[in-house]
């Protein structure tokens, strides 16, 4: 399995992704409790999908020069449709989100803090599983078809379980981390741990990380088999990842607001998912090109919200 990453390319990737993490949390105030409001979220979404698509030009300005047109049109496809199911499936991330802050009774203004050391973790954890995924799918080709498999299952299992609310209080890891932690009852703001008479007490938004870190492990279990349909590039799977993960809490805080209007995503996300397994068993007879895959996710992804504009827009009428 061939990759267009230079050693160079991963040092400088890696060297913008902690620049913006170390610019967010002390220079655009992440460290700073405040309520973020849908104006600074939509221009930081905004911002986060020009700085992919800035990267992709880029990419593909240097491949051109390097390895030709045809390699550069190609990676830069795989990585623009990579990060559009990157970053669809990551809106099933954000139902969640705001499930795990409401039992909790998590003020807005604290949300931010949690979902920075969220993407920290998210970060680390999907390097090592794309690298170990890219590992194995090197190493064991066959195992894309189990990849396939999975996802078809949990397609149809989203499918079936979409208007199921699940019951935090039942969390294995959270009723593991409440027998083995001292948890603290009361509110101490954004801290994630106090000192109470010289002993050490974690506190209850320290859970809410947990949960959170737990929820994009779950969800990342998910989404880099996808990917790997489109493309076994390390560089590009790696790459498209993080800049989904990144615009993740500027998308939470956007859509946190309105997510009620979009309750028929999850039939979208689901069938993508269903949609994506299909074309990885199906590759020994058909290989379904990367545009089709880019046109068929729109068009499920476009077509959910759509209907959830209509239904709810049907809804508030009567």
Known sequence: MSSIGEPWMWAVFIGFVLVMLVLDLFVFGGNKAHKVSVKEAALWSLAWFSMALIFNAGLWWYLNGALGAEIADRKALEFFTGYLIEKSLSVDNVFVFLLIFAAFHVKPEYQRRVLIYGVLGAIVLRAIMILAGAWVVREFNWVLYFFGAFLVITGIRMLVMAETT?????????????????????????????????????????????????????????????????????????????????????????????????????????????????????????????????????????????????????????
């Open 166 to 318: 699940p019951d935090l209080e039942k969390n294995p890891v959270l009723k593991f981390a409440r027998r083995h932690l001292r948890i603290s009852d009361d509110d101490h703001g954004e801290q994630f741990s106090v000192m109470k008479n010289g002993v050490r007490y974690f506190t209850p938004l320290f859970l809410v990380l947990i949960l959170i870190e737990v929820t994009d492990l779950v969800f990342a279990v998910d989404s880099i088999p996808a990917i790997f349909a489109i493309t076994t590039d390390p560089f590009i799977v790696f790459t498209s990842n993080i800049f989904a993960i990144m615009g993740l809490r500027a998308l939470y805080f956007l859509l946190a607001d309105v997510a009620d209007r979009f309750h028929l995503l999850k039939y979208g996300l689901a069938m993508v998912l269903t949609f994506i397994g299909a074309k990885m068993l199906i590759m020994p007879w058909y290989h379904v090109p990367v545009q089709a895959s880019l046109a068929i996710v729109a068009v499920l992804i476009g077509a959910s919200v759509i209907a959830s504009l209509i239904a709810t827009r049907n809804a508030r009428h009567d």
